[in-house]
């Protein structure tokens, strides 16, 4: 056993250990290599074990695509030209504006990886397969644990580990045909030509729908029309092409404001910014440095009936698809290989040639659909105390830490500490990213996370004396 994944009580445990190697925390992970005052020892533990891309980032299909132009998405705020630089190396026809394939984005984070650790002091990152599934406070150190039964002490622990996954609906059978994880199981394995359901009509059906059709038209997946459906129905809204200027923000309030108080300043602004030529696009974008600060001037009940009764019609306009997906999207649409549906789960069950799913449909009638196949495309976790996560489970039931009054993230500080049950933050265990959804509502892209990265590296190493291994 090396020394990094000594038990705990060894004489040198490992100063930081980075749960998840995702977009999170390999830009953690990346600012941290990138300042070396003092020694430190970095651990990154992936339970895939591929470090860099993440489920977002790791696909394969080059008709995903990133839903931000390359011009913003550099991991380095301070180096805004960094992503599309690098980018314009590989492709030289790269053109403004551009939406590259995803697949291309996880390359550049794992030679971001690469590069800061062929840098940074010899042995200074050390790479970790496995899945942490609990952590445990001693009095001089953390102890991690890993489902293989391997324990890891470290000083401090960062929780990256992503959005966190809901559990699949309940009304769904468990049969093969019922697909609960897309990422892991192929719609080409589905065993008969039929319809496919998707549930859930946000990015992640998007994504399925894409890959489907072409599996579907080179033959190597089961043809057959295509029907997503959710609450409400809606696929997320298309950019624009081309590289656009957001518009600017508008003041905000001086104190606390009703969601129809936020609602009415900005339909007048939006409506002030389409008289200066913007597009609706354009406000939305500008919206992004302000979020945080609009959502913590709502107080919870307000917050609450946001989640409630707003929230999707801000991710379909907030989280766009690229022009060329909107453009296939639609053709699908109007050739009626896909179908879209305002429609609820009642329940369904397994049959001898197919899976029956009852629906309630937004008119108030109830329908039986047969289908070869059902996809889970939910996306995050609705409800974080009911994520099947075992390490969020496992902090919560401890009292590492505690949900936010949404329950859609952890509490943390201002920094990424994370708040435990008795109120306190030691500054042992932080997280970052998807995990502070429910008190920043704007933290799971590119632009908030490699923020919120740098942050947290800059905290990390002004506390990093007594780490020094």
Known sequence: MSAALAPVGADAPAAVAIVGAGLAGTLTAVHLLRRQPVPLRVLLIERSGRFGPGIAYGTHD??????????????????????????????????????????????????????????????????????????????????????????????????????????????????????RDPWATPLGAAPADGSTLLVGTGLTAVDLVLSHTAAVAGGTAPAGPLLAL??????????????????????????????????????????QMRGQGYDWRDVVDGLRPVTPALWRLLPIGERRRFVRERARGWEVRRHRMAPPVAARLAHLRA??????????????????????????????????????????????????????????????????????????????TAGGALVDARGDADGRLLTLGPLRRGELWETTAAGEIRVQAQQLADELMAAAAPLVC
């Open 62 to 179: 080059e008709r995903h695509l990133l839903n931000v132009p390359a011009e913003r998405m550099s991991a380095f705020e301070d180096e805004p030209d960094h992503f599309r630089a690098w980018a314009s190396r590989r492709l030289p026809a790269l053109e403004p504006g551009a939406f590259l394939p995803r697949r291309l984005y996880g390359a550049y984070l794992r030679e971001l990886l690469e590069e800061a650790e062929a840098q940074a002091s010899p042995g200074m990152l050390e790479r970790v397969v496995g899945e942490v599934v609990d952590v445990r406070r001693r009095e001089k150190a953390l102890e991690l644990q890993l489902a293989d039964g391997r324990r890891i002490a470290c000083s401090r622990c960062v929780v990256a580990t992503g959005s966190p996954s809901g559990p699949a609906p309940t009304e769904l059978p468990e049969d093969p045909r019922v697909v």
């Open 230 to 271: 959710s609450r409400r129905g809606r696929l997320p809204h298309a950019h624009l092409p081309g590289l656009r200027t957001p518009a600017p923000a508008p003041p905000l309030p001086g104190g606390a404001a009703t969601l129809a108080e936020l609602e009415r300043l900005l339909l007048a602004h939006a409506a």
């Open 335 to 412: 050739t009626r290989r896909l179908r879209t549906a305002a429609a609820r789960l009642l329940g369904a069950r397994a049959v001898r040639d197919a899976v029956e799913v009852d629906v309630a449909a937004a008119d108030g009638g109830v329908r039986t659909l047969r289908c070869a196949r059902v996809v889970v495309c939910t996306g995050a976790c609705a409800d974080l105390t009911c994520t099947p996560d075992r390490l969020v489970r496992a902090l919560l039931r401890e009292g590492l830490a505690t949900a936010d009054s949404l329950r859609l993230g952890l509490r943390a």
